[in-house]
Nanobody
Framework: QVQLVESGGGLVQPGGSLRLSCAAS????????MGWYRQAPGKQRELVAA???????NYADSVKGRFTISRDNAKNMVYLQMNSLKPEDTAVYYC????????????????WGQGTQVTVSS
């Protein structure tokens, strides 16, 4: 199985910064892309940012220019640097990996972390 563990969430004032980290481990066979999603109370989960194994990135319009996603392929890590945080960024942030495991290498799945809370409030 593939496991994802997030860290780095917390409480921050508006205008502040946080850096989220996600470590992927387990029987990983291949990783196509990794990313971050978030879900605020009463809302659907939404894509925040994603990055391919080749480094191509994609951002939600609401975070462009403020958030930066990066990846360490050698360590199977993905990061989200969040600057100029706003109260509307408050949500549970989930790490996502799209890839396959060694047990079924030909089948690609979405794997999810348990989520980390980010709260932006004064």
């Amino acid at each position: 199985q593939v496991q994802l563990v997030e860290s780095g969430g917390g409480l921050v004032q508006p205008g502040g910064s946080l850096r989220l980290s996600c470590a992927a481990s387990g029987s990983i066979f291949s990783i196509y892309h990794m990313g971050w999603y978030r879900q605020a109370p009463g809302k659907q989960r939404e894509l925040v940012a994603a990055i391919t194994s080749g480094g191509i990135t994609n951002y939600a319009d609401s975070v462009k220019g403020r958030f930066t996603i990066s990846r360490d392929n050698a360590k199977n890590m993905v990061y989200l640097q969040m600057n100029s945080l706003k109260p509307e960024d408050t949500a549970v942030y989930y790490c996502n990996l799209y890839g396959s495991s060694r047990s079924i290498p030909q089948k690609k799945y979405d794997y999810w972390g348990q989520g980390t809370q980010v709260t932006v409030s004064s």
